[in-house]
């Protein structure tokens, strides 16, 4: 089976309850024999239009980053 999670990022480069939470959720399901696909907001680039980037495995975790996202509120609502 594969599944995807959407997630602000990875421990360390971020933090909070939420973050660890599906992080640890994804290893427990990469322990089930399951396929497990990450996908985050980025960075922010010069060039136009938003994509889709591939990034290297971390533990076993296939991680995607969107450029060029819709801003997102990390701190004060």
């Known amino acids: 089976m594969r599944v995807l999670h959407v997630s602000l990022g990875l421990p360390p480069y971020r933090s909070g309850g939420l973050t660890n939470y599906s992080y640890d959720l994804m290893l427990s399901q990469q322990k089930q024999q399951k396929e ?4 985050f907001p980025g960075h922010y680039s010069p060039r136009p239009g938003v994509r889709v980037v591939r990034l290297k495995e971390v533990q076993g975790i296939r991680v995607f980053e969107i450029v060029n996202p ?8």
């Not at 819709?70 to 609502?77: E, I, R």
């Open 70 to 77: 819709l801003p997102v509120c990390l701190m004060g609502g």
């Open 36 to 39: 497990i696909f990450l996908l």
